[in-house]
């Protein structure tokens, strides 16, 4: 696990060997064996210093999540964090030098190993990445990461790459202090190490000085002062939503900048141990690592089985297009970038570029690979270019005889193999695909905007699609890296559908009178990044008015059962047609944007609230309160996610989760739409709903799924597999 | 209590203070030690009363002062220092007391709750702020700096509140610059007529040369214009550090938070200190004191504590039942003007008429020495009552952390 060698110059090496086919990470053994060798190491005089360095492509890549599994307590969670505490003390305490000679990843508790050393020097290499992105997770660093890091390189510098989870790439480590130096090989950076042995016998670290420097921004001056007070509201605001991870470790930090570092790890380990052991924690572990793995390792052995995709055809040279083409030329794919005319498609690879660059100025991406990657990216204007592609993603706009007049194109020039994506965030995949030959070779993958950013991709199964065809789907997407989910066909697939219920609600509060200032505030929260109609300008008024068009199409009527929906679209119509609201894109929609203040809603959206007619259909109760406005927009969303379950369009809890947290913004600390609907028992959200539906509307009835899953004892949709439909892909007994 | 004791009547015997200087660097108080500043008023009661070395032996137990930021040179209990500056003798006690904005005015109840309670005849209360020598918020605390508290709290800056209340009540630039004109003419005018005096006592240096003889921010010429082209001060603050988001989070009615306060229609910042000599009857007819007013009740609230500064209204209803008044009992008002939104809330809080609030100005024109105004408005109140020959008076101030304070006095008519 942890190798050692010593050398003539009684020098130790200990190579960390984790376990083979995985990053090495600290795990419980490696602890002990860490434990017990620093134990022997201090106790030894004949050695004069300590290099650590790994043998793998990584130094250290964090903790092995194994290690909180099991554990139920808070306290629990304390005793590692101290156990990893005390052993770093150790080391640092040790009065001989210790070096981290790091020739890959210092991850979470990789750099607090690192950072525990008296000398940090790295391998100059683009890819190395540095930081603490415990938060990420959900969770905070525990082996006095939020100590050591403030101690190094300042408050003001450590606490935002604390907060944020960063990860930071060798030179902008050594940039801020993080690293000392930098080594262009293996044998350098060893070099090195030894020569800081030599040259400080007697190392120190600069905390254990009897005379250290105050940190300007400590809370015992006025600075460290305002700089906390300010502080603490910020990261109340720019992680709203995001769990209590930001302020404990916010308090973490402020309370040990004004205690000795052993104190200080005290401070940290209680803050770890409570974060560990609160829902939003586990929530956030669960979905965002557990889940988003399993979608990730979804059908993967069968879809190793199939022939690397080398090229992919998109239709339509807009963001989307430019997005996915940007994608898939990253992982080597070779695309042919199609648009009406040559000049059109030249465009979006202009814009590509732009973007790459900015990846490149970023540091994210080497000049080379950007040269790469652009070359692989060809311009064509005419369908038969695209015969030798594996896969065609057509990501036209959104109107549906555009996207069939496209499919009727392909299917004459594709070669057989090949299979057909639609790029769409709604329509059906069904009735893009009627009057095909083979509809059977197409599917549906919903990617984000922006696509580069985004990891989540929908990939929908029509009812045609076969299993090779989703296979390929998918293969494209984990060769993307991205994360897919695999749902059935039908209007909005699962995102779309549910996050239009969070948009659609919101402007039914609007037409009952409720002031847009009360709504917006209570998506945020809620723990929504963006207000509900912010979200709407941001989607385009225009494509929520076609949604909710194609609703009454496919439900076959001109008016709403549900009336407050008749009302939806009127506003929205009235919005567009008479105000010449689009939303974000022509700079009017429910807000204005003008060219250089700040977005504010529109007079036009109070009005609208102010002048409503309304009153709401089943029973006169008035305006909803602030309670009932953020019941309304949460359990809406609930509602949804169940008709899902209910209709096969969701089969898995985990998929549903990952999907809300990545695909809208759903709050991270709820670990998800499916885990919300969970929370506080089935009872409750039926009774909940129940006293909606009395006030609001049918559109609140509980869904039947939720009978069901009281009635046969389900504490969790987590458990319910069995009710569900069958699984969209069939999967071999071992995958 | 033992039954021995019984309850007095707490007289006010005299109140002084020092001009109000302006509290920065280029102000006429900068160069006099928050110590002597203090002192100074504490010497100038003991004088103009004529107490003796032995009287204050045998009568006065302590010196009770406000001061909010209890730093440095006004670190360290303020009062003694000032005890002893002032050649009281070593027998005389201090205690310094800080509940921020209301300091002065909560050492003169906690005086008058001793006086009551017939545990001291006499006392000195009053307080102290040197604000251009030991700046305000140079002592921190948890209430805004630790995150964990000011989460719960949901901290926001005083100006980031005082907008709020502006913003929730739709008090417009206009208003607030109307307001904060008005005052400036009050007191202007009142410095004027020469309504000030009685309480004033300039300090000098060891030459024998003033100081400053009035309070030196009062500007006459302050109209509308001139504060039209003031900026807001703490637009900043709420916009781009997250207290517009913590402020919306309670009042989610808003959309926005709009900066309405500047310099102009804000307290101005200021150095100075006062001082109110309490005692009960009896000593007074020993001493031969002349009774001025009594204190007939006080009241604390805490009210919301992100909107912060709407307690003078909720404390003023407490204090005036707990004195079996009403609001139509009350002559005149003397309402902190922390910031002009805050009176202006008070005004629509209690529906008084705005003729009986500060009639001679307020903070805007005349200064805000956060430890010292509690007091200095009292004694202002006294002075106003006899001139105007009113009897009921209420002093009250908003106070950081979302508390109140009220005290209501009666004039004693010889």
Redesign the interface.
Known sequence: MINILKTDDNILTLSIDGKPGQPNLISEAFLTHLETLVEVITRDNTTLGLIFTSQRSDFLSGADLELFRSKEKSEDFYKVSRKLQNILREIEKWERPVVAAINGHALGGGLELALACNYRVAINHQKLKVGLPEVKLGLMPGGGGTQRLPRLIGIEKAMPLILEGKALSVSQARAIGILDDLADNQEELLEKARAFIEQNPHAKQPWDLKESHPDPHCPRSERGYNFFTAASALVEKNFRGKGDGPAKILSAIYEGSLLPIDQACEVEAIYFGELLNSTSSKNMLDTLFYGINKCESKGKTMVKDLEEIKQVGVIGAGIMGQGIAQVCAAKGIEVLLMDKDLTTAEMGVNQISKKVEKEVKREHLSIEDSKLLMARIKTISEYDLLSNCDLVIEAATENLDLKRKIFKELEEHIKEECVLATNTSSLPIQQVTTGLQRPERVLGLHFFSPVPRMKLVEVIKAKATNQESLLKGLKLVHSLHKTPIIVRDGLGFFTTRVFMRYITEALKLLSEGVSPALIENAGKELGFPLGPLEIADEVSLELIKNLLEEKARLENVHTFRDPSENRTREIVTRFITKYERLGKKNRKGFYDYPQERPKKISPQTYDEAKNSQHKEDSSQVGLPNYPAIKERLHLIQMVETLKCFEQGILNTAHEGDVASLLGWGYPAYTGGVVKECDKSGHEDLMKRLIDLQQAWGERFTPPKILKTLLNKGYSSLYEAREIFSNPLLIEKSND | MSSATSLKEVFIYDAVRTPRGKGRADGNHLTIRPVKLAAHVIESLVKRQGLNAQTLEEELEDIILGCVTQLGEQGGCIAKAAALEAGLPTTVSGLTINRFCASGLEAINLAAARIKCDQNPLLIAGGVESMSRV?M??D??AL?????T??LGG???QGVAADLIANLNRYGRRDLDQWAVHSHEKAAYAQDQGYFKKSLVPVKNALGKSYLAYDEMVRSSTNMETLAKLKPSFAN?AQN???K??A??KY?????LEGFHHAGNSSSIVDGASAVLLGNQDVGKKLGLKPRAKIRSWANVATEPTIMLTGPGPATIKALKKADLTLEDVDLFEVNEAFASVVLKFIDDLKVPEEKVNVNGGAIALGHPLGATGSMLLGTLVDELERRDQKIGVVTLCIGGGMGIATVIERVIS
């Open positions: 700046p918020g140079g921190g605390g805004m700096m630790d995150p964990h000011a989460n901290y926001i800056p603050l550090f997250g207290f988001e913590r919306l989070k989610p009615e808003l959309e926005d």
